[in-house]
């Protein structure tokens, strides 16, 4: 039931005859980020493309150089680092050494503003000089610029603030500690990436509050300090209290603050603000504790008051509202909102006052992304899975018609920035073969004007084959997209160690069109080392729909493992694999999978890596943890399911389990109440603490545990 | 240069021949304490055993049996356990199922104590009836009852009580948290094993008072709650502000407490508090923090004043008082005191004034203790090394003559208890060939009555051989006694992988002549998988004197290491030893001499396990740390020289590093911090954890750990 999809390296193929012994072979230091030589092997890139206006800005080394789409591509350098840097320093402002903080808000200035430690620089590129300063207060963080009123809103702390280029430096809210504003809320679960909101025309600035005073703390410790200490962080767990959010709006003119009156329950999540064009209402998306039962509501600037429940939404399982309404442009009576309702991620076309119009796109594939608008309004710019669930694609929407064009034609994976006009794109992308690629798109003419295609940063090493194909699920119907990594020097004729790789968990996805079919690193290096490498994303994962995923609700992880075990059935059915040296790691959810796989079928893998596994969702967050699993009082059976410390007598294969010190993900009660189970269990897993380490490990101890993954694979499976 | 001492299990090598069949072999459960049949081998004992002024008490299943050593040991049953059910029961005090907490506080009262969980019972075994009851409040601990007063002194959390038989209960001590009264105090590092000290006559109660306020908290955390909590506790660091302790003295007449004034400064500490026998003096040795300068001190109870001081030691490295003074039997002008300024500690007798009458004891071995006098205090009665270092022996010493004669014979380790009137004792022994002796002895007629001799509890199995003897220590000169267990089935041909079991630190000895000359469970168990165990006592262990122990001051693990290379070069003169199959485990001191062989000799040992490790001095606690390492500040170069973390990047071998979740002696700080310098320097130690474990791991887990370090061993030695 496979289907070869793409096959990368058949280059590669042909080197390994009489030229291979030319190539390379790759050291850890070569694929690991953190490593001495991994910058030595990245995609050639361009940092700080982005537009001004309809003028394509391209940063050099010590320029910045304008590409004009619309006069032939004409390249004409706007700026050099000595110039700003003399601007610079001539203010006292001390200096940069590249352009990547460097942004052009302004369509119609000649103006860009530069990101200091302390202050926002704005730079004028006609004049030559500094035209105006922001200055921040010390440990000012989730600066927020508003362009409307070149004002930048901050926080310190667990307060609000907020400066201008007048002068002006004012302290918004006053809130004791454990009351945070400002700032992401809801841990980031519901499409929420930040705390403050400026209103279209800059007059009023929208803002979350988060009460987190009565949420228990977990006490992370820090070993660095003189003794070791203890640094709370608030966390609450699965069926625990929660904290209470409100939003409350800024009055820029008379300094006043409101607060949205959304009366109770408290027990709720405010998510996806927007702004109505007008300034008058603040439009944002309520969803109840139980995540099953969304509504949009309008409320009153003015008043605070709510006003209308304009969309509301439920489901048996639950309901996810990830993205703000959008007005369409030009006409403030109609609005763009999006909903997985038909069971894929589609664009709905709403009244002002919540009445459908109709449903924009449709298909069994999924939008992921509103760009923005043509010039006239008339077409909206989305990415979708239209074209595969492996790629990600643009298209433009007519709003009338609903017709819908492919924009970007190169398969693979884009990330595609519009112009302002909308009229020209900037298109990054990656495919399976292509490192990277940066095209300037005429999206009228459909034309595209290459700015890099990156060469083949590993040209000079030795690579493994990677295969990309599907296989049915357990359910025997559904298709699941796989990656196989062959080993460099493959011989069809040897019996290879091989390691699943897995992560399995809710959005996200593992195998896909990007470069080298977005394998990572390690598993590059373990595939020259002599491993055959696997991944599938089993059902639960993203970019499928709904239903896909949802399969999955109220019992993680064993629908999860049921696919990965045709994963396996597949790997064995290979002549190549040796079915007795079969290894699994995954981090994460990733973890879960990996001590699931472990645990639920102990006579498969012989070695696993797990990194910061969910081991009982009963010590995870209320947001993600509730969502797919309800409460562990509303679901006991299913806690218990995927309780892996239930199952920690299970153990048979050897289990090392990772986990960084300081974990605030999955905090490191879930690993140490499981190897306590395991001690109890008389069972025995291994165990590694990075020290100091968050959810991930990072930066140069990456290698270090790239190295000790490697070895334990080795030590069990060579 | 070795010597073979003793041979153990020479009736086994003659069983290697045609009977070997019938031997059982040791499963992990047989050997470590917790495990399932581990109960099953222990020597024969008498629990219980006690004096009842001189006559001694032996208790049976269910019934109390006095012998008498004055009527030919004529046994008489005093009391049945279901007489004192009976009693207990009629008085509605519940029922005890044995004799274990049942003592005989009065020489010439038929009564005995039972200790209910929260009541002192007297009962009158001549009268048959329960004649007085002493209740204690919830939550009482740390009781200390005074047959003079018959009241109990105890605490409650932090604050001192006491109850007496009229139902008075009364609080002493009203302190807020932070200050503990009536506990040990100072971390039992200076021979304080208790907080209270009934005065002769029970008219006063002296205490200790220790304010922690000031002192760091290391913060433990419990991952058995709900969300992982921290539970802090008090440990100041070597080098940083330590507690204050005050002496508090209580007139159970007045009700009033007094404390002592001793002036400054407050960061001292206060040792071996003993009482003069009129009441009215309170003696104690005050050391400062520098610990090495001590001075016996007098002070008067009415005023609480400092009256004199007696005696002074000082010493460039240390001085280490460790035992209270102790007043001559009828005659109160005179005490002996014990120290080791000639090298040993001895005991000298001083006249009240603290002038020297005369030193008591003499010579290149120690008094270990003092066990009391005869009836009319002439005689002295000691344990001392004098026969042996690997030995404990029991002497009379007349105080006037200074004759000293040996009490005990056999060759072994002894435990004496005297009667009464110090006529008689009860002496229990082991040594490598015996597992418990318990004799009764009329010490005036040096003959011995047997009351126990334990079968050897290992009969059925194949033991291992094992020999004692000496090597030379890294100076050439000095003898250390190692211990060296021979495979089982041992076969001088082969080669077998070798561990080496190591503590090193100072107040202990791992080899002795006692049941297996000192052997753990788990070295037999290593033995009969198939391998060498060796142990040998460095300079700076215990029972060799001053100037061995001290050689290491400022500098621990340097020395201690270069003696065990000695070891390691006795080892590797044995044909059957591979050199290229040997590892090293030890705890805590042991866990640290371990990290110290691994990172100063890393081509020696090629897997070690180290338990609970000191690796950084600075992160242990100020009396025992500062005691041998002065402080970090006045010692920078040994705290650089003794710290493992910057040894880190030398590890070659495998090095599994366990710990306790909350060890509260070598906190966890000292590991973590260690698996980030390794990480940081790239190598590859190994970690486990056992949850919510303190500084051992005990109970049913202890058998987890044992296979955990035997699988270690096997994985990288067998």
């Not at 008379?254 to 007008?278: C, E, Q, V």
């Not at 893998?605 to 967050?621: H, L, M």
Request: aromatic share 12%; with cysteine; charged share 25%.
């Amino acid at each position: 039931m496979k289907k070869l999809m793409m096959v990368v390296g058949v280059s590669l193929l042909l080197s390994t005859g009489g030229v291979a012994q030319e190539k390379k072979i790759f050291t850890i230091d070569d694929l690991i980020p953190g490593g001495a030589t991994y910058n030595e092997h990245l995609p050639e890139n361009i940092f700080g493309l982005q537009w001004w206006g309809d003028i394509c800005i391209k940063p050099e080394i010590d320029k910045i150089v304008s590409v004009d789409p619309t006069h032939k591509m004409k390249e004409t350098t706007i700026v050099t680092l000595e110039q700003i840097n003399s601007a610079l320093e001539k203010n006292k402002l001390g200096k940069i050494y590249h352009f990547y903080s460097v942004t052009f808000p302004f369509t119609n200035k000649k103006v860009l503003k530069i990101e200091m430690p302390k202050e926002s620089v704005f730079y004028d590129f006609g004049l030559q000089r500094i035209i105006e300063i922001i200055h921040l207060k010390e440990k000012a963080a989730n600066t927020d610029f508003c362009k409307e009123n070149s004002s930048i809103a901050y926080s310190i702390d667990n307060n609000l603030y907020f400066a201008d280029a007048n002068g002006q430096n004012i302290q918004i809210t006053n809130e004791p500690e454990g009351v945070v504003c400002g700032q992401s809320v809801h841990r980031n679960e519901f499409g929420i990436t930040k705390g403050t909101f400026w209103s279209p025309k800059g007059n009023f600035l929208a803002f979350y509050r988060m009460d987190e005073r009565m949420v228990a703390d977990y006490p992370f410790v820090d070993i660095d300090t003189r003794i070791a200490t203890v640094k709370p962080g608030k966390y609450p767990m699965a069926g625990m209290t929660s904290h209470e959010v409100t939003i409350g709006v800024y009055n820029k003119t008379t300094g006043k603050t409101i607060y949205l009156d959304a009366g109770n329950p408290k027990d709720r999540y405010f998510t996806n603000i927007s702004w109505s064009p007008d300034e008058k209402s603040i439009y944002f998306i309520e969803l109840n504790r139980d995540q099953n039962h969304s509504q949009l509501f309008r409320y009153n600037v003015a008043s605070g008051k709510k006003e209308k429940m304009l969309i509301e939404e439920s489901h048996p399982k639950y309901v996810e509202p990830q993205y703000p309404i959008l007005f369409l442009k030009g006409d403030p009576t109609k609005f763009i909102y999006q909903s997985q309702r038909d069971g894929f991620n589609h664009l709905y076309l709403y009244s002002i006052e919540g009445k459908l119009i109709k449903q924009l796109t449709k298909g069994k594939w999924l939008v992921k992304e509103i760009l923005g608008f043509d010039e006239k309004g008339e077409n909206v710019y989305i990415s979708s899975t239209e074209a595969s669930p492996l790629e990600v694609q643009i298209y433009k929407v007519n709003i009338k018609t609903g017709k819908c064009m492919r924009i970007t034609q190169a398969a693979g994976t884009h990330a595609t920035l519009l112009s302002f006009s909308g009229k020209y794109a900037i298109d990054r992308y990656s495919s399976t073969n292509v490192s990277r690629n940066i095209d300037l798109i005429d999206i009228n003419k459909v034309k595209s004007y290459n700015i890099l295609t990156a060469s083949d940063p590993y040209k000079e090493y030795k690579m493994p084959i990677i295969e990309m194909g599907t296989i049915k699920a357990d359910d025997g119907v559904t298709d699941l997209y796989y990656r196989l990594i062959k080993p460099v020097d493959f011989d069809p004729s040897k019996k290879y160690p091989t390691v699943v790789y897995v992560y399995g968990g809710p959005h996200a996805q593992v195998v896909s069109n990007t470069w080298l079919g977005g394998a990572r690193g390690w598993e590059i290096y373990m595939a020259s080392r002599g491993y055959v490498m696997f991944s599938v994303d089993n059902r639960g994962s993203e970019n499928r729909g709904r239903e896909f995923e949802q399969v999955t609700f109220r019992q993680l992880g064993v629908i999860e493992s049921k696919d990965q075990m045709k994963g396996v059935e597949f790997l064995k059915s290979l002549p190549y694999v040796d079915a007795n040296r079969m290894g699994v790691h995954g981090w994460s959810f990733g973890g879960f999978m990996t001590t699931n796989l472990m645990l639920r079928y102990p006579d498969v893998f012989k070695a696993a890596v797990a990194g910061g596994p969910v081991i009982d969702w009963s010590y995870y967050e209320v947001m993600y943890g509730e969502r797919y699993m309800d409460t562990p009082q509303t679901n006991p059976e299913g806690y218990k399911e995927c309780n892996m410390k239930l199952k920690a007598g299970n153990l048979k294969g050897h289990l090392l389990v990772v986990i960084g010190g300081i974990d605030p993900t999955c905090v490191p009660q879930h690993t140490y109440s499981f190897i306590k189970a395991c001690i109890e269990a008389n069972t025995y897993p291994d165990l590694f603490v990075y020290p100091g380490h968050q959810h991930g490990v990072v930066g140069k101890d990456r290698v270090h545990l790239s190295n000790k993954m490697t070895q334990y694979f080795d030590q069990y499976l060579k």
